[in-house]
């Protein structure tokens, strides 16, 4: 690269000899921010004649990487010049033996890693449970620094679910390219109130409010919790739990609220219409459950979804 460079300058430079002398002064130290150091960067130059313009755009070395420091010797520059440029005799070069190159960039910390993982977990409340949520490294993650520019991010975590998430990935972007692709393992606690039980209880147990408590707690690993004594009461618990056991939606089971044999009001919805009749179920039936019910007037069996104790709907 840095030849291609100098090879077009070169031809510029052909045409912008002066018979004027100038001073070519090498500075001590240097701070660039592109991945190529130029002339100008590292020496300064007392004219303002075309000539010296341009000498002050030709490329001399590869820059450091983004933060790192290097020195070059001023004689391998003025070396370097010579034999790729055509350049007058009558340069006065001085100045310092060696520069000093450091390069800029922008300096990703721990700090700033973890505090983009918890950026983007307040970007997904509306995706997660109504918790405290953070993220615990396993390890802080090494600091790095990327070339200056544009900087954004892209998180992505190992689960969909999030919670479960073992690892975050960040892909670090400056002016819209990728330029570090890298993950910190650890894991997210999410502590939140939820109902647990109060007491040891049996299974098949119809669960009443003192069986049920509610305690703080991690639920990051907790699927379908519930939040509130009103999902549980009143419905049947499905294995038996100890005291303190968090409660999910899979451990209980809603009783019938129709059962076989009794007299259903059966609610026929048709477009704006609505017509009841009284029907006898065929079996037991939850709420939201389909279950078949016969019209005690017709006799004519047919399958309705239970929406209440005792009623029966009908969509046709």
Same mark, same amino acid.
């Given at each position: 690269?840095?030849?291609?460079?100098?090879?077009?300058?070169?031809? #510029?430079?052909?045409?912008?000899?002066?018979?004027?002398?100038?001073?070519?002064?090498?500075?001590?130290?240097?701070?660039?921010?592109?991945?190529?150091?130029?002339?100008?960067?590292?020496?300064?130059?007392?004219?303002?004649?075309?000539?010296?313009?341009?000498?002050?755009?030709?490329?001399?070395?590869?820059? %450091?990487?983004?933060?790192?420091?290097?020195? #070059?010797?001023?004689?391998?520059?003025?070396?370097?010049? &010579?034999? $790729?440029?055509?350049?007058?005799?009558?340069?006065?070069?001085?100045?310092?033996?060696?520069?000093?190159?450091?390069?800029?960039?922008?300096?990703?910390? $721990?700090?700033?890693?973890?505090?983009?993982?918890?950026?983007?977990?307040?970007?997904?409340?509306?995706?997660?449970?109504?918790?405290?949520?953070? #993220?615990?490294?396993?390890?802080? %993650?090494?600091?790095?620094?990327?070339?200056?520019?544009?900087?954004?991010?892209?998180?992505?975590?190992?689960?969909?679910?999030?919670? &479960?998430?073992?690892?975050?990935?960040?892909?670090?972007?400056?002016?819209?390219?990728?330029?570090?692709?890298?993950?910190?393992?650890?894991?997210?606690?999410?502590?939140?109130?939820?109902?647990?039980?109060?007491?040891?209880?049996?299974?098949?147990?119809?669960?009443?409010?003192?069986?049920?408590?509610?305690?703080?707690?991690?639920?990051?690993?907790?699927?379908?919790?519930?939040? $509130? %004594?009103?999902?549980?009461?009143?419905?049947?618990?499905?294995? &038996?739990?100890?005291? &303190?056991?968090?409660?999910?939606?899979?451990?209980?089971?809603?009783?019938?609220?129709?059962?076989?044999?009794?007299?259903?009001?059966?609610?026929?919805?048709?477009?704006?219409?609505?017509?009841?009749?009284?029907?006898?179920?065929?079996?037991?039936?939850?709420?939201?459950?389909?279950?078949?019910?016969?019209?005690?007037?017709?006799?004519?069996?047919?399958?309705?979804?239970?929406?209440?104790?005792?009623?029966?709907?009908?969509?046709?």
């Amino acid at each position: 690269m840095i030849r291609l460079l100098a090879l077009f300058t070169l031809l #510029f430079l052909t045409h912008l000899q002066t018979a004027h002398a100038f001073d070519v002064t090498f500075k001590k130290m240097a701070e660039v921010d592109d991945a190529l150091v130029k002339l100008g960067d590292v020496a300064t130059i007392d004219t303002v004649s075309e000539l010296g313009k341009a000498l002050l755009t030709v490329p001399v070395a590869n820059a %450091p990487e983004p933060g790192e420091t290097t020195y #070059f010797r001023t004689a391998n520059i003025k070396k370097y010049l &010579s034999t $790729s440029q055509s350049l007058p005799d009558n340069i006065n070069w001085g100045g310092a033996p060696s520069v000093k190159v450091q390069r800029k960039g922008i300096f990703i910390d $721990s700090t700033k890693m973890l505090d983009i993982i918890a950026e983007y977990l307040r970007s997904q409340k509306d995706n997660l449970p109504l918790a405290v949520i953070h #993220f615990i490294p396993s390890a802080l %993650p090494l600091p790095f620094t990327l070339p200056t520019g544009d900087l954004s991010y892209q998180v992505i975590p190992s689960n969909p679910g999030i919670l &479960s998430s073992s690892r975050f990935s960040i892909i670090f972007s400056v002016d819209d390219t990728v330029v570090k692709n890298m993950s910190v393992r650890g894991r997210v606690e999410a502590r939140a109130n939820i109902i647990t039980a109060a007491t040891p209880v049996k299974k098949g147990t119809i669960l009443e409010p003192r069986h049920l408590q509610e305690a703080v707690m991690d639920i990051s690993d907790i699927k379908d919790p519930g939040f $509130s %004594p009103d999902e549980f009461i009143g419905k049947k618990i499905t294995r &038996s739990i100890s005291a &303190s056991t968090p409660l999910t939606m899979s451990m209980v089971e809603s009783l019938p609220v129709v059962h076989r044999g009794e007299k259903v009001k059966i609610v026929i919805q048709s477009g704006p219409m609505m017509l009841t009749a009284t029907g006898l179920a065929h079996s037991d039936g939850k709420l939201d459950e389909l279950i078949k019910v016969q019209n005690i007037n017709s006799n004519k069996v047919i399958f309705g979804r239970v929406t209440a104790p005792g009623i029966v709907e009908v969509m046709l």
